[in-house]
């Protein structure tokens, strides 16, 4: 898959400039901690389970929250496989689900990944749409940090559907093909 190529050549790169740590491939077949099951309160549909169990992720000790790589500013990697972030998903409270805070349950659609969020108010969040291939990069509080993408004109199909107003015309959030994406970061 493309965006499984970009994001590993996107965190070899990190690793090489910024992380003091190894990027790890996922093995054949994807890694068995991420499935249905681990991800079951999340309500996943299985191209957002398969892209998950199939990404690269930083070889760092996930016990270790406060030391998670960052993709970007204030932006943690959100490792799918650790018990840390299983632990997260099954707490009842939505505030602190491994995904952008919405006031839903689950927070995004069931096509949705995300694979960083933000570390406090001033980072971002990134979510992978399985259905349109695109990535949205979000604000927590709502504000575009660069230009709107030509890509924004799309948002306006969200305007009026509630499991998507994360994604909605006024809410800061900026759509990229992944290829853009990488080349912003």
Same mark, same amino acid.
């Given at each position: 898959?493309? &965006?499984?190529? @970009?994001?590993?050549?996107?965190?070899?790169?990190?690793?090489?400039?910024?992380?003091?740590?190894?990027?790890?491939? !996922?093995? !054949?077949?994807?890694?068995?901690?991420?499935? /249905?099951?681990? *991800? !079951?309160? *999340?309500?996943?549909?299985?191209?957002?389970?398969? *892209?998950?169990?199939?990404?690269? =992720?930083?070889?760092?000790?996930?016990?270790?929250?406060? &030391?998670?790589? *960052?993709?970007?500013?204030?932006? #943690?990697? %959100?490792?799918?496989?650790?018990? =840390?972030? /299983?632990? @997260?998903?099954?707490?009842?409270?939505?505030?602190?689900?491994?995904?952008?805070?919405?006031?839903?349950?689950?927070?995004?659609?069931?096509?949705?990944?995300?694979?960083?969020?933000?570390?406090?108010?001033?980072?971002?969040?990134?979510?992978?749409?399985?259905?349109?291939?695109?990535? =949205? @990069?979000?604000?927590?509080?709502?504000?575009?940090?660069?230009?709107?993408?030509?890509?924004?004109?799309?948002?306006? #199909?969200?305007? /009026?559907?509630?499991?998507?107003?994360?994604?909605?015309?006024?809410?800061?959030?900026? %759509?990229?093909?992944?290829?853009?994406?990488?080349? @912003?970061?």
């Amino acid at each position: 898959d493309s &965006f499984v190529r @970009l994001l590993t050549d996107y965190y070899k790169f990190c690793s090489r400039t910024f992380w003091d740590v190894t990027v790890q491939r !996922a093995p !054949a077949g994807g890694w068995p901690s991420i499935n /249905h099951g681990t *991800l !079951a309160r *999340l309500q996943k549909n299985g191209q957002a389970v398969e *892209l998950l169990c199939q990404l690269p =992720y930083p070889d760092f000790d996930a016990s270790q929250v406060a &030391f998670t790589p *960052l993709i970007m500013d204030q932006t #943690r990697v %959100v490792d799918w496989r650790s018990e =840390y972030i /299983h632990a @997260l998903i099954r707490n009842d409270r939505l505030e602190t689900k491994p995904e952008p805070f919405t006031n839903r349950d689950p927070s995004l659609t069931p096509s949705c990944a995300c694979i960083a969020t933000s570390a406090g108010r001033n980072g971002y969040f990134v979510v992978v749409d399985n259905e349109d291939g695109y990535i =949205y @990069l979000g604000d927590p509080n709502g504000e575009y940090d660069e230009p709107e993408s030509e890509l924004n004109a799309t948002l306006g #199909r969200f305007n /009026h559907d509630p499991g998507n107003k994360w994604r909605d015309s006024i809410s800061g959030v900026n %759509v990229y093909r992944p290829a853009d994406f990488f080349a @912003l970061c």
